[in-house]
């Protein structure tokens, strides 16, 4: 398989500050990488495609100046919850694709007080 | 954006019985995969489908790709405790690229 590790793993922080989650493959490159949102007990939401050296793509619904996307090299693509606020509070998972297989992130658990 | 419709959305069952879980969609997929995630992690993959009607085994796992392309199923004999979690499934559309979209889940929980 292929490894994408995630950091922080969780992280809490005060209303209106920043928070930056790291996504990174480490043992192969990727220039897509895609960025989730997941509730609890829901499956995963596609919030946004992390694309190498370029724009993200965002999904309808998700403000591209709340959630920052930089995908600056081939192995590290970072979100930034700019701002946060208690409705951000949620469980933030990236994942990679090498070989056509999707190979996810351990997860993020933001909690927004 | 769009779910594969997955059933069921939980079982309970007792350990040492087997288990069977699908998924189906109004649209072809070239890929089907299958995930299992524990609570407070990402999704591990399972199992990887590629060709119509390709039936793969992982151990106690074997998943089938539908002859239809539009339906898959994921099948965990003899279940064990550790089975414990939730099971996606997730196809993918080459015309997407590397894009997956996803099913609700089956939430599966095993009883010792």
């Known amino acids: 398989g292929a490894v994408v590790s995630q950091h922080p793993s969780w992280v809490i922080c005060k209303s209106g500050t920043s928070v930056k989650i790291e996504c990174r493959s480490l043992d192969f490159q990727a220039t897509t990488m895609f960025w989730y949102r997941q509730f609890p007990k829901q499956s995963l939401m596609l919030m946004a495609t992390s694309n190498e050296g370029s724009k993200a793509t965002y999904e309808q619904g998700v403000e591209k100046d709340k959630f920052l996307i930089n995908h600056a090299s081939l192995t590290l693509s970072t979100l930034t919850v700019t701002s946060a606020h208690p409705e951000d509070s949620s469980f933030y998972i990236c994942?990679?694709?090498?070989?056509?297989?999707?190979?996810f992130g351990q997860g993020t658990r933001l909690t927004v007080v | 954006g769009q779910q594969l419709n997955q059933s069921p959305q939980s079982m309970f069952i007792q350990e040492g019985e087997d288990v069977s879980m699908n998924c189906t969609s109004s649209?072809?997929?070239?890929?089907w995969l299958w995930y299992k995630q524990d609570p407070g992690e990402g999704p591990v993959l399972l199992i990887a489908?590629?060709?119509?009607?390709e039936l793969t085994s992982n151990g106690r796992l074997t998943a089938q790709f539908g002859i239809t392309r539009k339906d898959s199923f994921l099948n965990i004999s003899a279940s064990i405790p550790s089975d414990v979690g939730i099971y996606f499934c997730a196809g993918r559309d080459n015309n997407a690229g590397n894009m997956l979209t996803f099913g609700g889940g089956t939430r599966l929980m095993v009883k010792p």
């Open positions: 649209s072809i997929f070239n890929t």
């Open positions: 994942s990679a694709s090498r070989w056509g297989e999707a190979f």
């Open positions: 489908l590629y060709k119509a009607g």
